[in-house]
């Protein structure tokens, strides 16, 4: 099984409706991060939590809000979808600075 | 300024080349610095990490980190059409990753 999973997989939405995505962890650890990506800029850092009392905006972290359920789920919420929040995201997890973030297999979201 | 940046390419070898992928950062208090490899649709993996000035190698893949200059390169020798990917600069300054754009490479056969 995946270290990291995320669901769902691929979501087509309309403009105006909450979604959230969702992703868990088996790796143990304690940070939790949440990315997008559009075509020619990378991954941008939405939120990002050290462990489930702490929550951090990030880069680009409007229009968007966040829950750490657990130390393993951490879920990211679009509270009124809009169309320039299409894009392909990732959750990721790692165990400290120093150490290799591993990445679910993202969720292609499309909002019309 | 972007905090990271790299050439967005693409950059095309050919095969059995060396690919020379370049990296700068803005924020000098950084201390960890990584490069991951991402095939088209899929999620970013850990090719190299890098913590102190100086070269690092793994296998075909050399990575050089040049605090002073808040450099990093990766180098690809004998390029195979199976590295065709982008390749994504990451760097830590506490707590957090952040990416440059990536460079888009493809080895031709």
């Known amino acids: 099984d995946a270290d990291v999973t995320q669901t769902p997989r691929n979501r087509i939405t309309k403009t105006g409706k909450r979604i959230m995505l969702e992703c868990s962890q088996t790796?143990?650890?304690?940070?939790m991060y949440w990315y997008r990506q559009d075509p020619g800029l990378g991954l941008r850092l939405i939120y990002y939590s050290f462990d489930v009392k702490d929550i951090n905006k990030g880069e680009i972290s409007d229009g968007y809000s966040v829950s750490r359920q657990a130390q393993a789920k951490f879920s990211l919420s679009l509270e009124s979808a809009i169309p320039n929040q299409t894009a392909l995201y990732f959750c990721?997890?790692?165990?400290?600075?120093?150490?290799?973030?591993?990445f679910g297999p993202g969720t292609r979201l499309t909002v019309l | 300024q972007k905090e990271v940046e790299q050439n967005s390419g693409p950059l095309s070898v050919p095969e059995g080349a060396i690919a020379s992928l370049n990296c700068t950062y803005s924020?000098?208090?950084?201390?960890?610095f990584f490069w991951y490899r991402q095939y088209s649709g899929k999620s970013p993996e850990l090719i190299m990490s890098?913590?102190?000035?100086g070269d690092k190698e793994d296998g075909r893949f050399t990575a050089q980190l040049n605090k002073a200059s808040q450099y990093v390169s990766l180098l690809i020798r004998d390029s195979q059409p199976s590295d065709s990917a982008t390749y994504l600069c990451?760097?830590?300054?506490?707590?957090?990753?952040?990416f440059g754009q990536g460079t888009e490479l493809s080895v031709k056969p």
């Open positions: 790796k143990g650890h304690d940070r």
């Open positions: 990451a760097v830590n300054p506490g707590g957090k990753l952040i």
């Open positions: 890098i913590y102190s000035n």
């Open positions: 990721a997890t790692t165990a400290g600075d120093a150490d290799t973030q591993y």
């Open positions: 924020d000098r208090v950084s201390q960890s």
